[in-house]
């Protein structure tokens, strides 16, 4: 056989729940509008000489009627990557389409996502599969992990804006996840009863968006921040970030992801202008994204223009390295 094969998956933010998801309560995620897409072709001298994407390329192949040593892969994405915002999960979840274009194999939505969770770990050990639940559902989705886990896909009562921050700080998944988990053994009463209210945060922000109460859902953000700085998870740039946002007026911030480092999340509300002009004027890349609006599942088979960001290696254990066009 020869040929190739294009798929494509968006970028993600975590609304509220990360962290306490791995210890078993909910969280609620949304893709965002910036997208990473793989080509894969058959070719006689194969190009994927990084060993973790190579590890990733066979896992994604696994049982599939192709030999994943003959492939070469162009990567493309507009997603920042290893910043929280899923650009793991969306490769993971592009190689899987791009191999079922390939091959013709029709993967039913459930086995592309198990797939890939399974191709994610490659990138970071064994995540909770939040991630690729989210990139693979295009749009809010409520998540529980478990086997299988609880995916359901929310409905903003209004589509809502929020602006996305990044710190530039250099971060890992695995790293807060870990000290998280050691803290947690250490003191299991006192962190069990944080992530019970992590949890309760998460089920008062659904109410929230189905709601379309906008305000409450900013005050679950703020608390939900508290905790994870609890938690141990932020850092002192990620906190002056969240001092930004809220003094420009956003109805809540929080960080967003493993932290450390990354990105954050703020609820911009009418001041989502006004947000993202003060993370320019203190030099921090900033942009919006819109969630529960329609046009984002519309892009899922969208291409990249050239001008995208281009994709090389994984650089960590989180993800995929980053080399702009020159
Ligand atoms: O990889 P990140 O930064 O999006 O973090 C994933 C969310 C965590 O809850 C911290 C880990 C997990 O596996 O759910």
Redesign the pocket.
């Known amino acids: 056989m020869t040929g190739s094969g294009v798929g494509s998956a968006p970028g993600k933010v ?1 609304l509220l729940g ?2 306490s ?2 210890f078993g309560q909910p ?1 609620i995620a949304a893709t965002i509008a910036r997208r990473l897409e793989v080509r894969l072709a058959e070719s006689a001298a194969s190009a994927v000489g990084d060993a973790k994407l190579r590890a990733a390329l066979e896992a994604a192949a696994d049982g599939l009627p192709v030999d994943a040593s003959s492939l070469s892969i162009e990567i493309r994405s507009d997603v920042p990557p290893a910043c ?1 915002l ?1 650009s793991s999960a969306a490769l993971s979840l592009a190689l899987v389409r791009a191999l079922g274009s390939l091959t013709g194999a029709s993967l039913s939505k459930q086995e592309e996502r198990s797939r890939a969770s399974r191709v994610e770990d490659v990138f ?1 050990g064994t ?2 599969g ?2 690729v639940a989210a990139s693979a559902a295009d749009g809010v989705i409520w998540f529980e992990r478990g086997a299988p886990p609880t995916i359901q896909a929310l409905r903003p009562r209004e589509p809502f804006d929020l602006v996305i921050a990044l710190s530039s700080e250099p971060r890992s ?1 695995a790293g ?2 870990g000290r998280l988990r050691e803290r947690q053994k250490r003191r299991p009463e006192l962190f069990d009863r944080m992530f019970g209210l992590a949890g309760d945060i998460v089920r008062a922000g659904r109410e929230a968006i189905e709601s379309g109460d906008l305000e409450s859902l900013g005050a679950s953000m703020d608390c939900a921040h508290g905790l994870l700085n609890g938690f141990g998870v932020s850092t002192p740039t990620l906190e002056r970030m969240i001092a930004i946002a809220r003094g420009a007026g956003a109805l809540g911030a929080k960080l967003s ?2 932290g450390g480092g ?1 990105a954050i999340v703020a609820l911009g509300g009418e001041r989502t202008s006004a947000v993202i002009a003060a993370f320019d004027a203190a030099g921090f890349e900033a942009f919006p994204t819109r969630v529960g609006a329609v046009d984002l599942a519309l892009r899922q088979n969208v291409s990249l223009s050239d001008e995208g960001v281009r994709y090389e290696a994984p650089a960590s254990s ?1 993800g995929p390295a980053v080399e702009r066009p020159r």
């Open positions: 975590i990360e962290h998801v791995v969280a929280g899923g970071h995540a909770s939040l991630d998944t807060p996840v992801g493993a990354g989180r």
